[in-house]
């Protein structure tokens, strides 16, 4: 007997699409308002905030990429994001293999001492991090910023990779041992290259989360020369707080690489968060 799978009522996805919409056009809105609102001038921007601009001036947009400060700015940026990357995904998936694979005594009070970092606000710890890294002398120091971001990242990256680790079937490890391959051998040669999508998702959470930082930065760095982009942006703005075009300008360029890289990413996000759960 052949039964027919019942198809949802277009009428009943309407409401799910009228959110998704809403909720998409306050995101888009002031991204596109920036973007145009940097091709105008101040005095345009000022009596015509929302239509396109009469003349497209490049100027804002080509002024900033000739700044040397600017690039300066992206290459700490990309430096403090990649390496705090690199550090948390890689100290993470060890520890969630462990967490997934081994079994010994007190390792569910670990993973909990690890979650519960999650309940840990970071701005609740500024103050006990600058005291710590002052002690240590990383004021200044690019691996200030990098320490803590990665500190603070391991709890929903152990998170992650720990569930995605635990849907491999046993049979799979079993396998591999009976080919000789080792526990590190298992993890290096099998496990890391099946969990590509959780660790798609955790890089973009990782860099993405590094590149908007800005509290951190801020309490780390005295010296320009070791500005984040957010740090050029709060600058920026200051320095040429009667030219709101430019700054405009100056906000879309510092947006441009994470969003591109977002993007590249985005298709394994949702199915990394979601590998977990769904596979048995």
């Given amino acids: 007997m052949i039964h027919r799978r019942r198809r949802t009522p277009r009428s009943s996805t309407l409401p799910l699409h009228a959110i998704a919409w809403v909720v998409g056009a306050f995101v888009l809105i002031p991204v596109v308002y920036a973007l145009i609102g940097g091709f105008k001038t101040t005095s345009e921007l000022s009596g015509n905030p929302f239509g396109l601009p009469r003349t497209w001036e490049t100027d804002n947009y080509t002024d900033v990429l000739g700044s040397g400060t600017f690039w300066l700015q992206l290459w700490n940026s990309t430096f403090i994001a990649v390496v705090t990357t690199v550090l948390t995904v890689g100290v993470s998936a060890l520890a969630g293999f462990v967490f997934a694979r081994f079994a010994f005594r007190g390792r569910e009070l670990f993973f909990t001492m690890f979650t519960a970092g999650l309940m840990f606000p970071f701005a609740v710890a500024i103050l006990p991090i600058f005291v710590l890294l002052r002690t240590f002398g990383l004021l200044d120091n690019p691996l200030g910023v990098i320490l803590?971001?990665?500190?603070?990242?391991?709890?929903?990256?152990?998170?992650?990779?720990?569930?995605?680790?635990?849907?491999?079937?046993?049979?799979?490890?079993?396998?591999?041992?009976?080919?000789?391959?080792?526990?590190?051998?298992?993890?290096?040669?099998?496990?890391?290259?099946?969990?590509?999508?959780?660790?798609?998702?955790?890089?973009?959470?990782?860099?993405?989360?590094?590149?908007?930082?800005?509290?951190?930065?801020?309490?780390?760095?005295?010296?320009?020369?070791?500005?984040?982009?957010?740090?050029?942006?709060?600058?920026?703005?200051?320095?040429?707080?009667?030219?709101?075009?430019?700054?405009?300008?100056?906000?879309?360029?510092?947006?441009?690489?994470?969003?591109?890289?977002?993007?590249?990413?985005?298709?394994?996000?949702v199915g990394g968060l979601t590998a977990g759960a769904t596979k048995g």
């Fill in 148 to 269: 803590t971001q990665a500190a603070f990242g391991l709890p929903l990256t152990i998170i992650i990779l720990r569930g995605f680790f635990r849907s491999i079937p046993g049979e799979v490890e079993e396998a591999a041992i009976i080919d000789g391959c080792g526990p590190f051998g298992f993890f290096w040669r099998i496990l890391l290259p099946m969990a590509r999508p959780a660790i798609a998702t955790v890089s973009v959470l990782a860099i993405v989360g590094s590149w908007n930082n800005f509290m951190l930065p801020l309490v780390v760095f005295s010296e320009e020369s070791s500005w984040t982009l957010p740090l050029g942006i709060q600058q920026f703005q200051g320095q040429y707080a009667s030219d709101t075009a430019r700054i405009l300008a100056y906000l879309v360029l510092a947006m441009v690489p994470a969003l591109g890289f977002y993007a590249i990413a985005e298709r394994h996000l």
